[in-house]
């Protein structure tokens, strides 16, 4: 019997000191500012700082259209085609990685054929394989770099302006910020265009 008694006491207790954490829990939001709690089912939690870009799913190009139809509604087929030209962007970028990984390894597979062959010396494996990378991968232009980096900023201040209007609720804000969101996506879709036309050259 008093056994009994001292494992409720215990279990009484536990439960008592894990209640005021429990609702403290469910009291916290789960979306912060540029971050965002993920609920992973019994794995715990996680929190992810999310980077600004342009990876649109089917909700999110949904989004962007709505806002389109409801606060510029003369843009909205450019804003239909130019995310349907991102994704045929990103596609064909996909393809291209995914060719050049095969060319890659069939390249490091025929020099590591050629060592064991007593062809060539793994030293000389080593130099031709990075001159393969060299002339394979692209070299980034002098100044490209610099221009990138005010790109992103800019790109990030865009995306801050939207964030903040449709925070606020604000037509007008959302109304002005909108174009200047359609103009970045043009602007990456070209920037993506020169990069596919660099990979398959």
Known sequence: MKQWKTGWMATALVVGLAMPGS?????Q?????????LAHGDHGK???????????????????TLLAEKYT???????????KERERLLEQLRSARETASEEKSKMRDQLREKVKSGEISSEQM????????????????????????????KFKQVHEEFDAAIASG???????????????????NDRLAKRLA????
């Open 23 to 27: 609702v403290l829990a469910a009291q």
């Open 29 to 37: 939001p789960l979306v912060q500012a540029n971050s965002v709690t």
């Open 46 to 64: 996680g929190q992810v700082k999310m980077r600004y870009g342009m990876h649109m799913g089917a909700h999110q190009r949904m989004y962007m």
């Open 73 to 83: 509604p003369n843009s909205v087929g450019e804003w239909q085609s130019v995310m």
């Open 126 to 153: 080593e130099q031709q394989y990075k001159e393969w990378k060299e002339k394979n991968r692209g070299t980034v232009p002098s100044g490209e770099k610099e221009n990138r980096e005010a790109q992103r900023e």
């Open 170 to 188: 604000d037509a007008a804000k959302i109304k002005a910020a909108l174009p200047k969101l359609l103009e970045q996506m043009k602007a990456k």
């Open 198 to 201: 660099e990979k398959q050259k």
